[in-house]
């Protein structure tokens, strides 16, 4: 099983949101799940690959090649495979998951959750989506998507398209009892 890692690339960011993300990579690799992830070395990008190779996880990086530059891109992948777009490497990463874990992150990150979502949605795909609320870090944003339920813009069904844990082993648990695998 690979599953796919949404997160931010910031360094700049509370040691809480770190520990949980380094944790989760080190339950995904403890548990042999392959991590696919868009490269970078930093942020929780970074964690979620350092705690993954603690257990020999294999890691696989996916990244443009303009981000080929000193200190980017994490160099000890399993793998690494390089794009010439940004959207061609969202496509190798959903096509190489069979699920998708979100942590907190900024622009980048919101709009990768809300791509594979909105595909979820129009059945182009059925994988399992989690989000890891990391000190309630996703709570407005499930408040904002009750809210558009709410107002009739989308269903409220859609809204059983992702999980929200605040436990990474909780969550690699329903990635794994959702997948088609």
Do not use: W
């Amino acid at each position: 099983m690979k599953l796919c890692l949404f997160g931010a690339s910031s360094d700049h960011l509370a040691s809480a949101y770190f520990e949980a993300v380094n944790l989760l990579g080190k339950e995904m690799g403890r548990r042999q799940i392959g991590l696919v992830f868009g490269g970078g070395a930093t942020g929780l990008m970074g964690a979620a690959c350092r705690g993954a190779a603690e257990y020999g996880g294999e890691i696989i990086g996916i990244a443009p090649r303009f981000f080929q530059q000193d200190g980017i891109l994490f160099q000890n992948c399993s793998q690494m495979i390089f794009t010439d777009t940004m959207r061609e490497r969202k496509q190798r990463m959903e096509d190489l998951s069979d699920g998708f874990a979100v942590v907190p992150g900024g622009i980048g990150t919101l709009e990768e959750f809300f791509e594979i979502f909105t595909l979820r949605q129009l059945g182009r795909h059925h994988k399992p989506i989690a989000l890891l609320n990391v000190n309630g870090y996703f709570d407005k944003l499930v408040e904002l998507l009750k809210h558009t339920v709410s107002e009739g813009f989308m269903s409220d069904q859609v809204l059983q398209f992702f999980g929200i844990f605040e436990e990474p082993g909780q969550l690699i648990d329903y990635l794994i009892e959702n997948s088609e695998d």
